[in-house]
């Protein structure tokens, strides 16, 4: 699918009064996009596992984002949920609803990056398909029913520039980030004519998000953007008219950073891996 040009603006969509259901929200994109919402108006119902009480080893918490964006006089809820249990998915979906009437947005950022290959253990596999592949497609599933009541509805999933090139340790991220895309133009095709746009932005520069700098994945090269750049990408797709659906869209298409960081952070990622080829 075709990139949203560097040279292209689309007039913004009005989000005053909307509502946003991001996961993920406890830290790097998810945390940034929910921040980013809410300054233009949306409530956002942020959903992740991590909390004060429940803290990861990761820094960030729910509570950390939802009280940055009231802080400055913003409209924000925490729902706790994980995304390995299905139940709990739709239970976020509808707490969302049950707190604020209505749902506009759902933005699919949460995922699982565990490393493995083909030959890893069961569990592995279940653990990355089930919240990079089947949490979005049941989030979606849920949220459409509330998108007609609304008018029309936006969903954006986050993937990876694994699902087009082979990076190890992450062959079955990869694998999960590839279902996610097809699962991306594939719902969009279910849907189009009812005013739902399904979208994807595959992060293909390395973003220095609390949880690269846990797992010592960043280390300061440059062309690593901050998760903040990666948020304005994610918006930049919602302030598309809805009728743009199905798409692809590669972080560095978008114009979040001057051409320089843009062509750093592209050779960056793709320097550490290979394209995956079939045949």
Known sequence: MSPIPNDVRFPSVVMEGQVALVTGASRGIGAALARSLAARGVEVVCVARSTAARPSSTRGTLDETVAAIRAVGGRAHAVVADMREEERVRDAVRTAIALT??????????AAAVPGDWSAPRKRWDLLLDVNVRAPMVATQEAVAHFA???????VNVSSIAATHAIAPLELYGLSKAALEHLTVSTAAALAGRR?????????????????????????SPGWLEPQLAADALMAILDQPVQRT??????????????????????????ASTPVRAG
């Open 101 to 110: 009437g209505r749902l506009d947005i759902l933005v699919n950022n949460a």
């Open 149 to 155: 009541a609304a008018g029309e509805g936006r969903v």
């Open 196 to 220: 739902v746009a399904v979208n994807c932005l595959r992060v293909d520069i390395p973003v220095a998000s609390e949880g690269a700098m846990h797992w010592d994945r960043y280390d300061g």
């Open 246 to 271: 199905g798409q692809i869209v590669d972080l560095s298409d978008v114009a979040v950073a001057d051409q320089d960081v843009r062509r750093a952070g592209r050779a960056l990622a793709r320097h």
